[in-house]
């Protein structure tokens, strides 16, 4: 079989990984969203897709997979239901930025109307293979996507975003055996910060916070960090001055529907039940008086009505950063000290802010955990920068694992 990398490879974004073999099979096809919009190289004609989750560096590109045929894609309901909320949002920006359309509603429309949708560790007979999804703890529906020859028992594990610590939403990733593991490495080369230590100060500082009268601001992404974030508000006792506001209202509304898929249902709803959705001005201007917190899009300040709070809060706010900011966004020149853009206009934010890194992947020591159990021959280390897939790839190939760190637009073959 030959592995083409069309993007995602030496780089985080655009995940697009080709399997060519008897049939085509294509695990993820997403785009790279920092200031303006970057594609994984074309994929063609494909069989199948496998859209791992809906993050849209996973899945922001595959309805143009329907340009050029019907491939059958596969994910989990929520992934996909989360994923045409995400893709919708990206198709209205790209709009606004005059930006070249590669898809329209019609495709997006196609592929959710033929998707299959494949629960977590149920199989599916695709041709010659089986395919199944399993639990990969990074967000709603997040999958890791198991693809076996039946004719040779080999199997191939595509790791998608994963983290094996459970979050409060989150049981920690199934690890599945495999001949040929493609694993991603975004923090290939660091350890996270014991969790519950920083969540407990995050808490404490945004208690601080709202007992002084400011306003405690919570930028973040609508999918997964958002319904995260309302579970710790939930289980601190800070939910009932806890107001919600933009894409992260109808994310979570979507998280909800999914029970099954949230590892403790009755802290996500009764975080939904005793937080205020602002459904209106009157609401906004509530939300922003003094002594509430905010948890709000867009995760990395570029654009959402983030911005419009941003202006309104008052000398006692803080603004509290909990995703990766990515360079060139409001969110990294904030930190950075740089004003950020606001409508076109220069605007230096004077709330002073925290920074606290609660990522949804694996860590260092997580990563090589996973390898070790999952037992394969060959790995194949994407999604993370140049650097790091690298030094993974160098020292899983010391561990006497066959390991890669494909670049863009590189083909490897493997026996499959
Ligand atoms: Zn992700
Ligand atoms: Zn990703």
Known sequence: MEIRFLGGAGEVGRSGI????????????????????????????????????????????????????????????????????????????????????????????????????????????????????????????????????????????????????????????????????????????????????????????????????????????AVGRSQELLAILQRSGLIKRTFIDGMARAATDIVAGYPDYVSDRSLLENAIRNSVWVDSRRKKMEAVDGGNVIVTTSGMLNGGPVLDYITRLNRESRIFITGFQVEGTNGNKMIQGRPIDIDGRDYRVRTPFSVYDLSAHAGKKDIHEYVKRSCPETVVCVHGSEENTSILAQDLRAEGFDAYAPRVGDSISVEF
Not at 41 to 60: F, M, N, P, T, Y
Not at 116 to 141: K, M, V
Not at 173 to 197: F, M, Q
């Open 18 to 221: 080709l399997l060519k073999d008897s049939k085509t099979i294509l695990l993820d096809y997403g785009i790279k969203v920092d200031g303006h919009t970057e594609y994984p190289e074309k994929a063609g004609r494909v069989d199948a897709c496998i859209v791992s989750h809906a993050h849209l560096d996973h899945s922001g590109f595959s309805p143009s997979l329907y340009h050029e045929g019907f491939p059958l894609t596969v994910a989990t309901e929520p992934t996909m239901k989360l994923a045409e909320l995400l893709i919708e949002d990206s198709m209205k920006i790209h709009r606004k930025k005059h930006e070249h359309e590669h898809f329209h509603k019609a495709q997006l429309h196609t592929m959710m109307n033929r998707y299959l949708p494949l629960p977590y560790s149920q199989t599916t007979e695709f041709d010659r293979y089986d395919i199944s999804l399993h639990n990969a703890g990074h967000i709603c529906g997040s999958a890791v996507s198991l693809i076996e020859k039946k004719a040779s028992g080999r199997r191939l594990v595509y790791t998608g975003d994963f983290k094996m610590e459970p979050q409060l939403l989150e049981k920690g990733a199934e690890v599945v055996k495999s001949n040929i593991l493609i694993l991603e490495s975004t923090y290939a080369n660091k350890d996270h910060p014991d969790r519950e230590g920083l969540i407990q100060r995050m808490v404490d500082e945004i208690w601080e916070t709202v007992d002084n009268g400011g306003t405690a601001l919570l930028p973040a992404f």
